[in-house]
């Protein structure tokens, strides 16, 4: 049974960064896209980067375009999250998902204060 684990969430004050990491168990995950996505509290949940299984294409929403760089490393059957000059609006439960099989992770709580 394929799992996916967040890990990496942390309190932050604006203008910090953090790095969030999602290791996968039970299947290869080079053979996949990744992404991440993101819930705040009362909001549904958003889109926020993806990567192709090669890692050669990303693409991010444009509230994080700039500010956050997702990657993987195939070796480690692990994704990344990046993020940079964060902002109180970052705010959020960060999910990783397997995205053609649509398996996701329990999240990681990613709190920043102005």
């Known amino acids: 049974q394929v799992q996916l684990a967040e890990s990496g969430g942390g309190k932050v004050q604006a203008g910090g960064s953090l790095r969030l990491s999602c290791g996968a168990s039970g299947a290869n995950m080079s053979f996949y896209a990744m992404g991440w996505y993101r819930q705040a509290p009362g909001k549904e949940r958003e889109f926020v980067a993806s990567?192709?299984?090669?890692?050669?294409?990303?693409y991010y929403s444009d509230s994080v375009k700039g500010r956050f760089t997702i990657s993987r490393d195939n070796g480690k059957n692990t994704v990344y999250l990046q993020m940079d000059s964060l902002k109180p609006e970052d705010t959020a439960i960060y999910f990783c998902?397997?995205?053609?099989?649509?398996?996701w992770g329990r999240g990681t709580q990613v709190t920043v204060s102005s």
């Open positions: 990567i192709s299984n090669s890692g050669y294409s990303t």
């Open positions: 998902k397997n995205m053609p099989r649509n398996i």
